[in-house]
């Protein structure tokens, strides 16, 4: 399973950045909490990058679902009811009895504490089970048992091919809780549930609309990405996303302390519209020799790849558009991902399999098995020649209109450096 997840993270996502991976104890048991906003991506993205696999908690409702119920069960995900999904007495007996065996021999379990996957742009309330498995579990036996918050983050959810971070925070430990537990359950179980709200809000960004975190986040690329970088290059999003939080903090403090990033932003944004480009090929787009060498070494691989990128294009087009197409039904978008992210999974297996059935009967064995194999690479390199295409459409298209628009650039780019400035002495103050 956690080969299975590396390669579909890999596959989904374009990159993924993993932010302070040793604070997860290699050994010892852990109870992991993290924020919920993906669906099963969320899981999968886990499994992928932890370098300990987890033992996760999930509704039980989940296994009622055909398609995913192989999944869970290989992953060993532990069936949770919820008081809405069950009837009458206390069905989670089971689920934490294992959870505490996990613990007890160092294990790790792994809980989405909000208790369901949203949209929203901040942490939503905790439910107390995770609180509770650690309390009881580190009073049972499991001595060193510590809780540690991850905190995932996207920049387009549901987006195929988009990126996503993985923020691990410090271990806290449980057992200075045990004394407080074993006196009074219910307002320590309450207190411990605040402390891992606390910890899960430190590694998550948090913002009060998604207006705020879209404006947040534009803001902090432009401070983040450095002078004359290729359009090609992105910023790293862990870098992004901490930019983008602190300032969200400092205007929930101070909101007029904002008021000169607020103008400077506006004014340049009204350059980059009157140019007609973004800031990455604003800022590629200034070195000429850089813009060249970039399109034409980009050129060069597209070409080198065009016959391996057409047949994996051929064979992947008809599934991935019957994926598309059902991934538009869900509203929420970690569902979108989900689907997206498992249909084609299927299907594409699917199609690996009848290609080499049809190839194998036609030619040969052997063939068909080359066929079967070669498909989903043929499929990956299209993956990366079509993406490359399209930054050779932004570095040119970019080139062009800075060339029509030459009188201009200075300014933007003064305006830029203003923004920049700004957000140094936000980020310089207390």
Not at 46 to 58: C, D, H, N
Not at 142 to 165: M, N, Q, T, W
Not at 399 to 405: G, S, T, W
Request: hydrophobic fraction near 50%.
């Amino acid at each position: 399973m956690t080969a299975l997840a590396r390669l579909l993270v890999r596959v989904f996502f374009r990159s993924i950045e993993i932010q302070d991976g040793e604070n997860l104890p290699a050994s010892g048991p852990v109870v992991l909490v993290a924020n919920h906003t993906n669906g099963l991506v969320d899981g999968l993205l886990l499994m992928a990058t932890l370098g300990r696999y987890p033992r996760f908690l999930g509704k039980s409702t989940l296994f009622k679902i055909p398609p995913l119920w192989p999944f869970l069960k290989l992953s060993g995900v532990i069936p949770v009811y919820r008081t809405m999904d069950a009837g009458a007495g206390d069905h989670n007996l089971s689920a934490f009895a294992t959870s505490h065996a996990l613990l007890r021999t160092g294990g790790m379990v792994a809980v989405f504490p909000e208790g369901i996957s949203h949209d929203e742009p901040a942490l939503q309330p905790l439910r107390t089970g995770a609180a509770r498995i650690a309390l009881e579990a580190a009073g049972e036996g499991a001595e060193e048992l510590v809780a540690v918050a991850v905190g995932l983050v996207y920049d387009a959810k549901a987006r195929f091919r988009s990126r996503a971070l993985v923020r691990v925070g410090a271990p806290v430990d449980v057992a200075r809780w045990v004394a407080d537990y074993r006196r009074d359950e219910r307002a320590t179980v309450r207190a411990l549930t605040e402390d891992l709200a606390a910890q899960i809000a430190g590694v998550s960004p948090s913002f009060s609309s998604w207006a705020q975190a879209k404006q947040f986040s534009w803001m902090a690329e432009v401070f983040v990405r450095a002078p004359g970088a290729d359009v090609a290059a992105e910023v790293g999003l862990a870098d992004k996303v901490h930019v983008a939080a602190r300032l969200a903090q400092r205007e929930e403090a101070s909101p007029r302390s904002l008021r000169q990033l607020f103008l400077d932003f506006a004014t340049y944004e009204r350059d980059l519209n009157l140019l007609g480009v973004n800031d990455a090929q604003l800022v590629a787009g200034s070195n000429r020799r850089r813009v060249r060498l970039s399109v034409l070494w980009s050129a060069c691989k597209v070409l080198l790849a065009l016959p391996f990128a057409v047949a994996g294009a051929i064979v992947h087009l008809i599934p991935f558009q019957i994926v598309k197409q059902v991934a538009k039904r869900p509203v929420n978008e970690g569902i979108k991902a989900t689907v997206k992210l498992l249909g084609c999974f299927v299907l594409f297996v699917i199609t690996y399999a009848v290609l080499g059935v049809l190839v194998g009967r036609a030619v040969g064995p052997w063939a068909g098995f080359v066929a079967a194999v070669a498909a989903p690479l043929c499929g990956y390199v299209a993956v990366r020649a079509i993406e490359r295409v399209k930054r050779i459409g932004g570095v040119v298209e970019g080139y062009r209109a800075l060339r029509l628009r030459r009188d201009v650039l200075a300014s933007a780019l003064t305006h830029r450096a203003a923004v920049v400035q700004d957000v140094h002495t936000i980020l310089r103050e207390p």
